[in-house]
């Protein structure tokens, strides 16, 4: 070597590496080179990574973003303003949404501004005297000195609410600044905004930018942000960047070799990624693994990034002039030109393109010509990959080679990576020369072994790596160094010339042994290919795999290409450039053109007869001999035996019937939860409570098989009867209806489902597609191939049409194994829809009970680790020990007793248990399940088009098994989870938790410390072997079988029917009795026959022929005999290793190529398999070579966010016209994905999910009611006056009049209320129940469930179409756009004014009447008595609430009939918002702050008040239209927030006094009870009206009266006329309506019960009473409170409770009422007398209420005597004569309660209590409150 080349090679550590690894193999007599990728990139690895984690806080790059700075030395860039896309706003001071920005327009509004956020104003230079609000991130902007201030940006549009803008130029282009200059952050953010007193939004301080030029970059801590995976509070960022696309106006071939971006304005998307909102370590650790480990590649800038998104990332944002990526990332120009055409799309692995020379490749120069007969010269057509430069035109024999663009788009897009640092000066960083690339290309190519293929994604990672370790020193002088004048200069140091690269070029192959063939044009590329065809037609390129062709003759640049010759890596490359369209093109080519006949000449020359069945059934007559004499009872267990034919029967083996497992419960259960999410969210996109039943259709891929596998599925699981669409005796033919095969005839019965969709509104259609990876091809693609293939684009003709999407009654459920196509930047389906199959156990800990064990890809992988001692997948077999036992044929119908001789099975299940060799030949399986008693599955000939993840899965998939869990498997069958396998990826959702072994039988130890087993030659995987033998189903006679008691009697068990697992149809055959298990063999379309067989799909064919792997099975592959071993064909049978027992055990085993295994079983360092990191689905493209890699420490959900941000649609993929990219808006609604594992029960999942949804929707159309029957029914008064006319609709007054007065409770609520003693009853103690438990009262309430009628009230969970406009979806008005109104009226009573608040919606402003608009609210607008319409309602309702803004019965919508109403919540100060924000478009009525913590009387007594003071102001305001005042409608209702619906009862009696009457009760609309009562003759005459309560436990005689002059509850309709000076005790919690009731009717007013209407209460079990919580006020003191704590003594040191005294007063009395009236304990003949108040002591005592207003109506009570007197705040019209009319029994108790202890003595002297009642001073008590909160005294004493 010389030394003018010694310095340039070290200029770099690769270089210096290659020369000492060349001149090394020089030196040596060893032909191979110490591997210079192994020195460089796998053991510098670790090295680098600890070094650039190391520097990763410190070391952050400074950037320059003064206005002024450094503009005059390196002037900027103009800016290019991109235009904004079509449809948007435009309009200056408006956000591309069209909502308005402008401070003078919003300032007033309210603004949701998130923590950490602030708003600032943005000056517009179109607008200067405007500023723009704008939310932003205060930790971009500047502290008070001006430092500090992170660079970058992050804000949010305060117009539409978007957020998540990193960058301030996407920002400025949606707020429409209309920039000419690069926006800058400092240039036009100027000030902060801040509220005033009166909460407007005014400009504030400006932003001190000052200082920015010289600040020091803040140290960040956060470590899951940055621009791929920023601040995961962003739950909902979703990024705007554009997608890259396909531009067909590129230009194509060489004239494009220069940067991208001089041709293309496309760019790559590094937008944010979305966690759900769970910021996990194992996010932070995501983070950390993908973005800032060195060793794998991610985008450059984000090295050292552990911070918020910053500005240095603008080079790959939409706006950027300087694009990564041209044409088609990853793809090229060519390939963008070649796929508008809509040909169809090419797999993006490996050296991939499309196979086919007329791929337009510009060339230039002389052409080329090809020689004839070049692939019968070498077997195989050379692949051609165009390099660098100029290519030339080739001619002749075209058919014979193939050429692709796929090595110069890989070369293009390693050249755009270091374009990201661009932006820091003129002399960015270099990116890897042409030259360097092609010879680590060459390098690449040494390496290989002879049985590798080259691999895209390799060469990518290795460009990558050398760039950034070649340029690591500048990159961080980049990142750390503070602004200068000048950028550093770039490396002296030159790279590899043109003129050193032929030679060293030839240097590096020069060790290969020939595999790599280098040759150097003088000219051009033409000469080159000359004389490689030459060489090849002489034979001299038989030893070699690769041709370099390489030509430096122009100065500028190199032209090279890369022909491949070698015939396997021709082979495989060839195939892998086919689409499996095209694939299945060349297969049927090779059919026609007479392969068949050739298979059918070779098989005839086997059986001279030309049948063979003929060969088979002489092959089993010389055998029959020997299968009998083997029959010894020695070899028999007590497990086996004969049936009548000799053949022997395993009764070990049986299979259990269908049942669901825990997995799949928790899967439908999730499913379930995904959709009442959907239908929670305020998109009003699913009405879950307007569906009455589910339907469903399930759509699958046109396969025969599938199609009844299906069938047999939901046959069996019960879902059609279950979901009432089926009767018990169902045909078949009924099942199909509900099964859809995407063929050429399933438009008509999809046609067909959506016009059931649309004829049943109130049905839930969920569309099921299931294994939905499956032609995902673009109805636009259909249209160029509809002439050929009508099935093409089927499904997105069909489950994507717009019928399907805008049906709001249809869900689309997609189900696949590999949903990675479904996971693009443009997919339809949001990543909060999608359910992953849950992880089986977590840190160890099994999380659901199982019986059986999935046995998947992870467990495959785990089988080759060394330790096992026979791994289950293979690159090499002894598969060829099967056909000994060929020619048992004729005993398959006999072992499985099937008497039909014409039987034929309809799916793969029915194999079950048959000797059978099952040949698979197509393209693709489509979901087909194949039986559990799998024994082999050989995927050797599967094609080389696998080379995707998708497909590579699902050919893997076939192999999927349940194992039973019962037994411990053996080595070969290890159970511990791998945890670097792809397929955990696809199985595991636990976002928080670290995947543990899943049962491990051996320790777990490190997966990077186990070594790869090797015995997978023929040598080492031997037959003979005594494991070999056990792995492979062959039994030893040798082998003992003592195995415990129980492992004879324990039978496997397999899956259920519902899984897709191992079930055999149980109905469509009779059970196998025994049988050994199956084989499957996967081969390559072409070299088989497809035979005429039953079992036949589009694109497969099965071949059954016979074979017994329960004989003991010879050795083969050269191996010595085992000595044990019998002959072959011999029958021995042991239960307990019989083999259909032993397949429930043990997987089977799996035969790949070499180049498949290796890719599945290698792993990257950090131990994620090769094959997770290829291009997912072939119909997807990467939007970026210049990615993170993914992680195995991934799960399901993160992996989802990857493949959307890094992955985009072909032309022809069905979702690539979905532009939203990734916005919330993109993603249809009602679709969802699930994924998981193959074969591993989706197919049972989402037939559970169907259940379990019909369950649910039959619930949310049920409500739970209270049920309860009326109390003290016996006690009720007895009188000659009885209300007799049956028949009358409306009471007749003068007969209503006589009535008396019931004073007993009847209502069941009231159970533990006292009793209140009246004239006519006689009460005895056994009449009353006993007390229940105050903890009881609540739980033991009865309920019955009912089914929502039409009728009902609902809670805000009810978005039907019909009460849209009802609850605020009103297309004139805002959401929320109401005003607040101030009221305010005296009440002398109080002493003071009272001021109320009105929230007023504008939709309801016609309900009011104001001063003006918008003005002075005056009164509510009442209709008149005579008014006689039926249009609407006349009463006001009001409902007071608490604690139920979301559970309250608000909605009386369908009640009403849609009829008109004005309903008012009356809702206390503190809750209005919550309330606010769930009913938008109701009235609320605020309460005063003072009543915050007050009962539900204070509510109930300024409802009274306030529409009494409004009654006379609208009689002054209609009196001056001529209105009398009488005539206006003095009624409100007041009406509890739980009731749910209205009953009633219609009467046919045989007449008018006849007791002989039937009844029966309906469900009718409030509407029409309303307008009935208020239709009423002489209605106002009536101060309160009500209705029963309803009860399933009504009496006749409850109905029999229509009428009754009773308490009412719940729902009254109160005359605030005449009731004028009766008012509700505005302190009272509990009883305030029993109260009341007693004070109107001794007020003289008449109350009136409808007992022919009820109404049925909800119940609810938050809010309401229950959200008064009585608790200590010392903090720390957590012990609970029991009512005897309630009160105290004055003056103690009791612990004071933080509730009101009321409340506390009348919880004590109604416990403990005893300790004050001792006497009236049980004592019903003598009652405590209670003066003006009902208060509640409790069920064992009974009270006497009067009334000591003047002219009252009470009882008499001149013959009783109490045994107490309770005095509760009485005014002055009680009076010691008043009381002295009463008398009492001697020792009887006095209680008086007042509101403090001075008013407690004026009263006791006021009434002369003392001169009949005896006090001590020890009688004095205080409700437990601290003397702020107003305690309330007591005073007790005894009659003297």
């Not at 002088?477 to 200068?484: C, G, I, L, N, S």
């Not at 049978?1133 to 032993?1142: M, N, P, V």
């Not at 890719?1159 to 950090?1166: C, K, L, Q």
């Not at 509407?1567 to 009860?1591: C, D, F, V």
Request: aromatic share 8%; glycine share 6%.
């Amino acid at each position: 070597m010389g030394n003018s080349y010694a310095g340039q090679l070290k200029t770099t550590r690769f270089e210096e590496v290659l020369h000492n690894s060349i001149e090394a193999s020089l030196r040596s007599n060893n032909l191979v080179p110490r591997p210079i990728f192994s020195q460089l990139y796998l053991e510098a690895e670790q090295q680098l990574a600890a070094l650039e984690g190391g520097s990763r806080v410190d070391n952050e790059e400074e950037e320059e973003e003064g206005e002024g700075g450094l503009e005059t030395n390196s002037p900027p860039n103009p800016f290019q303003l991109h235009p904004p896309p079509e449809g948007c706003c435009t309009t200056d001071g408006f956000c591309q949404a069209g909502k308005d920005l402008r401070l003078v327009s919003i300032s007033n509004e309210p603004i949701d501004v998130p923590a950490g956020f602030l708003l600032v104003g943005a000056k517009s230079p179109s607008l200067p005297d405007h500023l723009l609000v704008c939310a932003v991130d205060k930790r971009f902007l500047p502290d008070d000195n001006g430092h500090n201030a992170l660079l970058g940006f992050s804000g949010n549009c305060v117009g539409c609410g978007k957020k998540g803008f990193c960058y301030f130029t996407e920002f400025s282009n949606h707020i429409n600044l209309k920039l000419t200059t690069q926006p800058k952050k400092q240039k036009h953010l100027k000030y902060y905004l801040v509220r005033n007193a009166q909460g407007t939004l005014t400009k504030g301080p400006l932003i001190c930018w000052k200082g920015s030029e010289f600040r020091s970059r803040q140290i960040p801590t956060s470590t899951c942000s940055g621009s791929f995976f920023p601040a995961l509070e962003s739950t909902a960022a979703f990024p705007s960047e554009s997608i890259p696309g396909t531009n067909p106006s590129i230009l194509t071939g060489a004239q494009q070799a220069g940067p991208a971006s001089d041709h293309s304005s496309l760019s790559a998307t590094v937008g944010p990624a979305v966690f759900n909102g769970k910021d996990s370590p194992k996010c932070q650790q995501l983070a950390k693994n993908n973005l800032l480990a060195l060793p794998r590649p991610s985008a450059l800038g984000i090295l050292s990034n552990s911070g918020p998104p910053k500005k240095r990332h603008k080079g790959w944002s939409p706006e950027s002039p300087s694009a990564p990526d041209g044409g088609y990332p990853q793809s090229g120009g060519n390939r963008a030109k070649y796929e508008s055409t809509g040909v169809s799309c090419v797999p993006q692995v490996g050296l991939v393109g499309p196979a086919s020379v007329t791929f337009p490749v510009v060339a230039s120069g002389e052409p080329v010509s090809v020689p004839d007969n070049l692939l019968k010269i070498c077997k195989a057509k050379p692949v051609i990959f165009k390099g660098h430069g100029n290519f030339p035109y080739l001619c002749g024999n075209l058919n014979d080679v193939v050429v692709s663009p796929l090595l110069y788009t890989c070369y293009q897009n390693s050249q755009s990576v270091s374009r990201a640092y661009e932006q820091y000066g003129a002399s960015a960083i270099q990116p890897i020369s042409e030259e360097m690339q092609l010879l680590l290309t060459v390098y690449y190519l040494v390496q290989l072994a002879a049985d590798q293929v080259p691999l895209m994604e390799d060469l990518e990672q290795i460009f990558l790596r050398s760039w950034r370790e070649s340029h690591l020193t500048e990159i961080r002088q980049y990142q750390q160094a503070p602004p200068q004048p000048f950028p550093p200069a770039p490396s002296a140091a030159a790279p590899v010339t043109s003129a050193q690269l032929p030679w060293l070029a030839s240097l590096a192959a020069s060790s290969c042994n020939d595999s790599v063939h280098v040759i150097e044009c003088a000219y051009s590329l033409a000469e080159g290919l000359s004389e490689m065809f030459r060489l090849l037609v002489e034979g001299k390129l038989a030893k070699t795999n690769y041709v370099v062709i390489i030509c430096a003759c122009r100065s500028a640049a190199i032209d090279s290409c890369i022909a491949v010759t070698g015939k396997y890596q021709a082979r495989i490359l060839s195939e892998s450039l086919l689409t499996p369209a095209e694939y299945q093109k060349e297969v049927n080519y090779e059919l026609v053109t007479g392969k068949v006949d050739s298979l059918g000449a070779f098989f005839s020359t086997l059986c001279p007869e030309g049948d063979i069945d003929i060969l088979l059934d002489k092959f089993h007559q010389e055998n029959q001999g020997h299968i009998s004499s083997s029959l010894t009872a020695s070899s028999v267990t007590k497990a086996a035996s004969l049936d009548v034919s000799g053949t022997p029967v395993c009764t070990s083996y049986h299979l259990e019937p269908h049942s669901i497992r825990p997995f799949q419960l928790a899967v439908a259960q999730k499913l379930l939860s995904h959709v009442c999410s959907i239908a929670d969210s305020s998109t009003q996109n699913l009405d879950l409570g307007s569906f009455e039943k589910v339907d469903f259709l399930i759509c699958i891929p046109p396969s025969e098989v599938t199609y009844q596998q299906t069938l047999f599925h939901v046959w069996h699981s019960g879902v059609l009867l279950e979901l009432g669409l089926e009767k018990e005796h169902m045909t078949k033919q009924r099942v199909e209806q509900y099964v859809l095969k995407l063929d050429a005839e399933a438009q008509t019965k999809f046609k067909a489902f959506l016009q059931n969709s649309f004829q049943n509104p109130h049905t839930l259609f969920v569309l099921i597609h299931d294994h939905a990876h499956w032609d995902l091809v673009s109805s636009a693609v259909h249209n160029l191939y509809s002439q050929s293939d009508p099935s093409v684009g089927l499904v997105d003709r069909l489950l994507n049409c717009r019928e399907v999407k805008e049906a709001p009654n249809i869900v689309t459920l997609h189900v696949t194994s590999f949903p990675y196509a479904l996971q693009t930047q443009h997919t339809l389906i949001s990543p909060y829809n999608e359910i992953h199959w849950p992880a089986s156990c977590s840190n160890g800990v099994d999380l659901y009970h199982e019986n059986k064990k999935y046995f998947g890809l992870s467990e495959f992988i785990e089988s080759t680790l060394s330790g096992h001692s026979l791994p289950l997948l293979r690159y090499d077999s002894s598969f060829e020990a099967m056909v000994t036992a060929l020619g048992k044929r004729n005993f398959l119908l006999m072992w499985q007793k099937i008497e039909d001789v014409e039987w034929r099975p309809q799916t793969y299940l029915e194999l079950e248990g048959l000797p059978c060799i099952l040949i698979f030949s197509g393209m693709d399986p489509h979901g087909e399940s194949l039986p559990r008693s799998l024994r082999y599955c050989d995927l050797r000939l599967i094609n080389s088009s696998c080379l995707v993840r998708t497909a590579l899965e699902q050919e893997l998939g076939l192999a999927a098994y349940f194992v039973s869990n019962e037994v411990p498997l053996e080595k070969g069958a290890r159970n511990e989870a791998l945890e670097s396998d792809a397929e955990k990826l696809s199985s595991t959702d636990n976002e928080d938790e670290e995947l543990g072994t899943e049962g491990s039988t051996l320790e777990k130890r490190s997966p990077m410390k186990r070594e790869r087993s090797h015995s997978h030659d023929s040598a080492s995987s031997s037959l003979s072997s005594k494991a070999s033998g056990s792995a492979l189903g062959g039994e030893s006679s040798a082998q003992p079988t003592g195995l415990p008691q129980g492992e004879h009697a324990r039978s496997p068990q397999p899956c259920g029917p519902t899984e897709e697992g191992r079930a055999p149809g149980e109905k469509q055959r009779p059970r196998a009795s025994q049988g050994p298990p199956s084989a499957i063999s996967r081969h390559s379309p072409g070299l088989i026959p497809q035979p005429d067989c039953s079992l036949k799909t589009s694109q497969r064919s099965v071949q059954v022929s016979v074979t017994s792997s329960c004989s003991q099975l010879s050795s083969s592959s050269g191996s010595s005999s085992s000595s044990v071993a019998p002959a072959a064909g011999t029958w021995v049978l042991q239960a307990s290793q019989c083999s259909l027992t032993k397949a429930c055990r043990q997987p089977p085993v799996v035969f790949l190529p070499k180049l498949v295994y290796d890719m599945v079983v290698s792993t990257d360092s950090s131990g994620l398999p090769k094959a997770a990191s290829l291009l997912p689905s072939p119909s997807v493209m990467w939007a970026s070579s210049f990615r993170p890699l993914l992680s195995k420490t991934m799960t399901s959900t993160e992996q989802s966010l990857y493949y959307r941000q890094w992955t985009v649609p072909r032309p022809s993929h069905m979702d690539y016209g979905n532009r939203a990219e990734g916005r919330v808006d993109g993603f249809h609604p009602r679709r969802l994905l699930l994924s998981g594992p193959p074969q591993i029960g989706k197919t049972g999942a989402y037939l559970q999910f169907l259940s379990v949804l019909s369950r649910m929707l039959v619930r949310l159309t049920e409500v739970d009611v209270y049920d309860e029957e009326e109390i003290n029914i016996n006690l009720r008064e007895e009188s000659d006056w009885h209300y007799l006319q049956l028949s009358d609709p409306w009471p007749d007054l003068e007969l209503f009049k006589k009535l008396p007065f019931d004073y007993i409770i009847h209502d069941p609520k009231y159970e533990d209320a006292s009793l209140i003693c009246s004239h006519y009853q006689s009460i005895k103690s056994e009449d009353r129940g006993m007390s229940r438990k105050p903890e009881d009262l609540y739980v033991r309430r009865q309920t019955a469930r009912m089914r929502l009628s039409k009728y009902a009230a609902y809670n805000t969970y009810h978005h039907c179409e019909q009460c849209h406009q009802y609850m605020g979806f009103h297309p004139r008005y805002q959401l929320y756009e109401s005003t607040l109104h101030a009221f305010a009226f005296s009440y002398s009573m109080l002493g003071e004014e009272i001021q109320l608040h009105f929230i007023i919606p504008k939709s309801k402003e016609h309900h009011f009447v104001f001063s003006q608009p918008g003005g002075q609210l005056e009164s509510m607008r009442l209709p008149l008595v005579t008014d006689k319409s039926h249009e609407y309602i006349k009463s006001p309702t009001f409902t007071p609430t608490t604690g139920r803004h979301e559970h309250g019965l608000f909605n009386l919508y369908h009640a009403m009939d849609g009829a008109s109403h004005l309903h008012v919540l009356v809702v206390k100060e503190y809750e209005m918002a919550i309330y606010k924000k769930y009913w938008p478009n109701h009235i609320m009525l605020v309460l005063p702050s003072i009543f915050n913590s007050a009962g539900v009387g204070a509510a109930h007594f300024l409802i009274k008040e306030l529409s009494y003071h409004n009654l006379e102001l609208e009689r002054n305001r209609q009196e001056e239209l001529g209105i009398k005042p009488q005539d206006i409608w003095p009624f409100i209702v007041i009406s509890d927030d739980s009731c749910v619906m209205w009953n009633v009862v219609d009467v046919d009696s045989a007449g008018e006094r006849s007791r002989e009457f039937s009844w029966s009760e309906r469900n009718v609309s409030l509407k029409h009870i309303m307008q009935h009562i208020e239709a009423a003759p002489n209605i106002t005459h009536y101060a309160l009206l009500g209705l029963r309560k309803w009860s399933s436990k009504t009496r006749a005689s409850e109905v029999r009266e229509p009428f009754s002059r009773c308490h009412v509850h719940n729902f009254i309709i109160l005359n605030v006329d005449l009731t004028q000076n009766v008012q509700y005790n505005q302190n009272r919690f509990l009883c305030d309506d029993v109260d009341f009731n007693l004070r109107v009717h001794s007020a003289g007013l008449l109350l009136c019960r409808f007992n022919r209407f009820s109404v049925m209460k909800k119940q609810i079990v938050v809010g309401g009473h229950r959200s008064f919580h009585i608790t200590s006020k010392v903090s720390d003191n957590s012990a609970a409170v029991v009512p005897a704590q309630y009160i105290c003594a004055p003056d103690s040191k009791h612990t004071f409770l933080a509730a009101p005294a009321q409340l506390l007063l009348e919880k004590f009395l109604q416990h403990h009422s005893h300790h004050f009236f001792p006497l009236s304990l049980k004592n019903h003949d003598h009652p405590v007398l209670s003066v003006d108040c009902y208060l509640n002591l409790g069920s064992q005592i009974s009270v006497c209420y009067v009334s000591s207003r003047p002219h009252s109506l009470n009882i008499s009570c001149s013959d009783l005597l109490f045994s107490g007197l309770l005095l509760y705040l009485c005014d002055s019209f009680v009076g010691a004569s008043f009381l002295k009319k009463f008398h009492f029994l001697k020792g009887a108790t006095l209680c008086v309660i007042c509101q403090d202890r001075s008013s407690l003595r004026q009263t006791v002297v006021r009434l002369e209590l003392e001169d009949e009642w005896q006090f001590r001073l020890r009688d004095e008590f205080q409700t437990a409150n601290a003397r702020e909160d107003r305690p309330l005294f007591f005073l007790t004493g005894r009659h003297i």
